[in-house]
């Protein structure tokens, strides 16, 4: 029976997760549940799946979390705040994470878990590509055993020699490509993106997901960050990592070899597949997915992405090829251009001109562990909150 700490459990990832593993209650066990702020979620999958310990990651709603509890005839456990977050990754309370807390503030539970030595289901993408080389370092240190969840990730790992990650880019490789749907504005020149919403940007037209990583995927952001984190995860170069645009989300990335085959693992566009697959691997389970039906689909298109009209995709590449605090840079100042554009203080081609002025200001800086890392963050958000206001 395999314990599973679920850090994000009201988001998409949490929820997909959780699906999944109330599949198979005679394999799997939800014993930690977290939720940023939403409460009374929270508490209605306590009901539900009866965890050790939940953690609301705001602590001035610990009380209405505690009375809730209470309220039910719950034996759950409550707690609150970042540190609750790390110590119960850390614990034995669980010997799985599922690691979907969004942004930065992910970083340290997912390190946490890492350093415990736990089975690290990782969906928090930023967490790598702020402290990637800290993270791996953590995984080998602790004897973890990470495997990706984001579906790109997960076909890419699914593809090749095991084990995957951590172990560098083998000899037989010749390059990883990842596959981007190019998002709701997808052919569209970059003239006709100003007058973007953010409901409009949020409109994906295969995934389900939340509104920050759905503003990432309309602006290529998500697949610039999944170019990085393919870089630490599977020791890939820049120069052997390529980005194919895929509108139908049917093939979630191709690995190519020297001998001239190619892999690609293909499956619907749901998460489900791949958290099932991290969940239960090397093994198989159930995962609520509907069979893909190739006769019904037809075809299958592949173009370049256009990174003129998208230029968060090339301000990825060249971040991951100046270094970590580059990427740490990147990574800050795309989360406060995307709180901006959504809450209507910044244009949508607005979003890239932000992180661009930031890695000038900031990408030469040079920082020195994980607090260096984080101050250098700290100050992104200052710098990127200033142009904004």
Known sequence: MRRIAVLGATGSIGTSALDVIAR????FAASVLSAHTQVDA???LCERFRPALAIIADPALLPRLEQGLRARGLNTDAAAGPLALEQAAGSELCDTVVAAIVGAAGLRSTLAAAEAGKRLLLANKESIVVAGALLMDAVRRGGAELIPVDSEHSALFQCLPQPAVGTGFGPGLRRLLLTASG???RGRRRDEL???TPDQACAHPNWSMGRKI????????NKGLEVIEA???FGAPAERIEVVVHPQSIVHSLVEYLDGSMLAQLGPPDMRTAIACALAWPQRVEAGVSSLDLIRLGRLDFEPPDTDAFPCLRLAFEAMRAGPEATTCLNAANEIAVSGF???RLGFLGIPALIERCLHRFAGDRSDGLEALLDLDRRVRDHAEAQLA
């Open 231 to 233: 870089h630490w995860l």
């Open 194 to 196: 100003s007058r973007i």
């Open 42 to 44: 929270l508490l209605t």
């Open 342 to 344: 959504l809450q209507g």
């Open 214 to 221: 759905s503003v990432d995927s309309a602006t290529l952001m």
């Open 24 to 27: 198979h209650p005679q394999r």
């Open 183 to 185: 998002g709701p504005f």
